[in-house]
C-alpha cells in the first residue's frame, strides 16, 4: 500500500483544528441565548396586558381586512378552478432522458454499471459520443430514484412507449 | 434510555431549553465537523454552525420525532452548507491553497493531507459531501440517504467514482 493510497489511515485523520476552548464557548453562548429567550417570553404576557387596549382598537380594521382577504382568496379560488383545463403546457417529463437513452436500449442498470465499471470504450453507438458519467450521476440523483433496486417492468413499459 | 430519547421526553414535557441545551452538548461538535470539512475557514463553520443552531432551537418544538434526530440536524446542516456555498461564489472560488492559508493555526495538515484537500475540493459540492460523510465520518448508506434525500444505489455510485477521482487526483498532485 503506497503512502498516497486512500488506505492510508494517516488521512483519515483530522487536519483541521479549532480555537482552544471553543466548543465550550458554544455551549455557553447557547445557553446564554436559550435563557434570554425565554425570560423574554415569560415578560411576553405582561407586555400584552398593557397592549390590549391597543389591539381592541384595531380589531374592527382586522376584521373587515380579514374578510376581504377570504372573499379575494374565493374569488381568486374560482378564477384559478375555471382556468385550470385551459392550460395546454404539458408536465414536464422527467423520464424524458430515459426516453431517449431506452431508444438505444439503455436501462437504468445498464447506467448504474458504467458509473460503478465505466462507460465501455468499443461501444460506437452515436449515443455514447456525448454521454458523461457525471451527466449520469446528476441523473440518478432523482429523489425516490434508486438504479440497484429499480422494478425492471417500469423500464419494460418505458421501452416500448409509442 | 439512550441520548436521543432523553432528548426527546424533554421536548414532550415541554422542557424545550433543556432538550436544546442536550443537543448543542452531544451534537454541535458532530455539526461543527461536518460543515468544517466541507467549507474549510473556521470563522465560516462558525457562521454556519450558529444557524443551524438557530433553525433547530427555532424548529424543535415542531420536530415531530418521525425521523431520527440526528438525521434532522445533519439535514438541516448540510441545507446550510449548501446555502453558504451557494451565496459564496466568490469565496469558495479562491484557490484552496490560500483559503488554507488564511486559516493557517488552524489546518495542521501535512503535504498529503494538503493534498486530499485538493483533491476533495475539486469535487462538485453533492459527491464532496458524499465522500466527506462516508470516507471520513464512515457513515451509513441508510443515513445519508435520509439525510441528502437520494437513494442507496445512487450515493454508492456517486462515492465510488469521487473515490476513484480522488485518489487519482493525489497522485497527481503528489507526483
Known amino acids: 500500500m503506497s503512502h498516497k493510497d486512500l488506505y492510508n489511515p494517516h488521512l483519515k485523520e483530522n487536519p483541521f483544528t479549532v480555537p482552544e476552548g471553543y466548543f465550550e464557548e458554544v455551549q455557553a453562548r447557547w445557553a446564554l441565548f436559550t435563557a434570554q429567550t425565554q425570560a423574554d417570553r415569560a415578560a411576553a404576557p405582561e407586555r400584552?396586558?398593557?397592549?390590549?387596549?391597543?389591539?381592541?382598537?384595531?380589531?374592527?380594521?382586522?376584521?373587515?381586512?380579514?374578510?376581504?382577504?377570504?372573499?379575494?382568496?374565493?374569488?381568486?379560488?374560482?378564477?384559478?378552478?375555471?382556468?385550470?383545463n385551459r392550460l395546454d403546457t404539458p408536465p414536464a417529463?422527467?423520464?424524458?432522458?430515459?426516453?431517449?437513452?431506452?431508444?438505444?436500449?439503455?436501462d437504468h442498470h445498464t447506467l448504474y454499471d458504467w458509473v460503478q465499471e465505466g462507460i465501455p470504450e468499443n461501444d460506437n453507438s452515436p449515443f455514447l459520443l456525448d454521454v458523461d458519467i457525471e451527466d449520469l450521476l446528476e441523473y440518478m440523483d432523482y429523489p425516490g430514484f434508486d438504479p440497484v433496486h429499480l422494478d425492471l417492468n417500469s423500464i419494460y413499459d418505458i421501452r416500448h412507449l409509442p | 434510555?439512550?441520548?436521543?430519547?432523553?432528548?426527546?421526553?424533554?421536548?414532550?414535557?415541554?422542557?424545550?431549553?433543556?432538550?436544546?441545551?442536550?443537543?448543542?452538548?452531544?451534537?454541535?461538535?458532530?455539526?461543527?465537523?461536518?460543515i468544517r470539512k466541507m467549507v474549510l475557514a473556521h470563522d465560516n463553520a462558525d457562521d454556519i454552525l450558529q444557524n443551524t443552531l438557530l433553525k433547530v432551537w427555532t424548529g424543535l418544538p415542531s420536530f415531530?420525532?418521525?425521523?431520527?434526530?440526528?438525521?434532522?440536524?445533519?439535514r438541516i446542516a448540510t441545507n446550510e452548507v449548501l446555502t453558504f456555498i451557494k451565496k459564496n461564489k466568490a469565496y469558495t472560488n479562491i484557490p484552496l491553497e490560500d483559503r488554507l492559508e488564511a486559516d493557517t493555526p488552524l489546518f495542521t495538515g501535512d503535504q498529503i493531507q494538503t493534498a486530499?484537500?485538493?483533491a476533495i475540493d475539486r469535487l462538485p459540492n453533492k459527491q464532496r459531501l458524499v465522500f466527506n460523510m462516508r470516507y471520513f465520518d464512515e457513515m451509513r448508506y441508510e443515513d445519508m440517504s435520509n439525510i441528502l434525500g437520494t437513494s442507496v444505489g445512487?450515493?454508492?455510485?456517486?462515492?465510488?467514482?469521487?473515490y476513484t477521482k480522488v485518489q487519482k487526483a493525489i497522485k497527481e498532485l503528489l507526483l
Open chain 2, 1 to 34: 434510555m439512550n441520548t436521543d430519547e432523553n432528548i426527546r421526553d424533554l421536548c414532550k414535557t415541554g422542557l424545550y431549553k433543556q432538550a436544546f441545551e442536550e443537543i448543542v452538548r452531544i451534537y454541535s461538535q458532530r455539526l461543527y465537523w461536518h
Open chain 2, 116 to 118: 486530499l484537500q485538493k
Open chain 1, 48 to 84: 400584552a396586558k398593557k397592549d390590549r387596549p391597543f389591539v381592541k382598537l384595531l380589531l374592527p380594521q382586522l376584521q373587515f381586512a380579514a374578510a376581504f382577504l377570504l372573499l379575494f382568496g374565493l374569488g381568486y379560488l374560482f378564477v384559478a378552478t375555471l382556468t385550470k
Open chain 1, 93 to 106: 417529463d422527467e423520464l424524458s432522458v430515459l426516453n431517449e437513452w431506452a431508444y438505444w436500449g439503455i
Open chain 2, 154 to 162: 445512487a450515493l454508492k455510485a456517486s462515492y465510488h467514482h469521487a
Open chain 2, 64 to 74: 415531530r420525532w418521525e425521523s431520527k434526530l440526528y438525521t434532522w440536524l445533519y
